[in-house]
């Protein structure tokens, strides 16, 4: 699967957007991007996933650019339950596709 | 989305002793369930990949003698830690897939938390 960059920290504040970003530059064509959050001491939780269209679903959105090289993980009114570490993943969907995690983007929302 | 649970959540256990960890798909029949292993203020690390009735397939450095997975029907799989040492204390971690049932998603559990003391 293609390896992904994120860039390690951001933050926001509450009740703005957090747009989180992610490289793909080696993404193939069966390949979908997939977004899942890990809030400390938790299982990591699915948030939403796309191949190139535009998603968006009652938790976040997701942008991808057209050549599919890069995505950005939009959630509209972050609030301080949104503080948590957030992993762009690729992965293709055959069976026993798995997901590989990187070191994510720890994303902090203060007050 | 779909649900996965582990049990128990918070394990203590002395050294030399197994202990086993559960994950269950609630609401979904899971074909594929995987285990991760995850050390403090480090990513998730996947341990192996298991299909219900066959063989897990375990990631290069993992041993499978220790580290015993069986997924013996389509909602539940178990890790059971052998011989357990305090360096296996971690926060243990399954997630489970169907693409018949829960489509190109992978659900996770809340983890397992191991200590060995």
């Known amino acids: 699967d293609a390896k992904t960059t994120q860039p390690p920290s951001m933050d926001c504040a509450e009740g703005r957007a957090a747009n989180l970003p992610c490289n793909h530059s080696?993404?193939?064509?069966?390949?979908?991007v997939y977004w899942y959050r890990q809030i400390h001491s938790q299982g990591p939780q699915y948030i939403i996933h796309?191949?190139?269209n535009n998603e968006t679903n009652e938790m976040a959105s997701l942008i991808i650019t057209e050549d599919r090289k890069s995505s950005t993980l939009i959630l509209p009114h972050a609030t301080l339950r949104d503080t948590a570490v957030y992993y762009c993943?690729?992965?293709?969907?055959?069976?026993?596709?798995?997901?590989?995690f990187g070191k994510g983007i720890t994303l902090s929302v203060r007050p | 989305g779909a649900v996965v649970s582990q049990h128990p959540s918070r394990v203590i256990c002395k050294s030399g002793t197994s202990v086993k960890i559960e994950c269950r798909s609630l609401?979904?029949?899971?074909?594929?369930m995987f285990w991760y292993r995850q050390f403090p203020k480090q990513s998730l690390m996947l341990m192996a990949t298991?299909?219900?009735?066959?063989?897990?397939?375990?990631e290069q450095g993992v041993e499978k003698d220790k580290f015993l997975i069986n997924h013996a029907s389509l909602t539940l799989s178990t890790l059971t830690v052998t011989s357990a040492h305090p360096e296996d204390s971690s926060f243990y971690i399954c997630?489970?897939?169907?693409?018949?049932?829960?489509?190109?998603?992978?659900?996770f559990g809340e983890g397992s938390w191991l200590t060995v003391v």
């Open positions: 997630s489970a897939y169907s693409p018949a049932n829960s489509g190109n998603t992978i659900y």
């Open positions: 993943i690729v992965r293709h969907t055959g069976a026993n596709s798995k997901l590989t």
């Open positions: 298991s299909n219900e009735g066959s063989k897990a397939t375990y």
């Open positions: 609401d979904f029949q899971a074909t594929t």
């Open positions: 796309g191949l190139k």
């Open positions: 080696t993404i193939s064509g069966n390949e979908y």
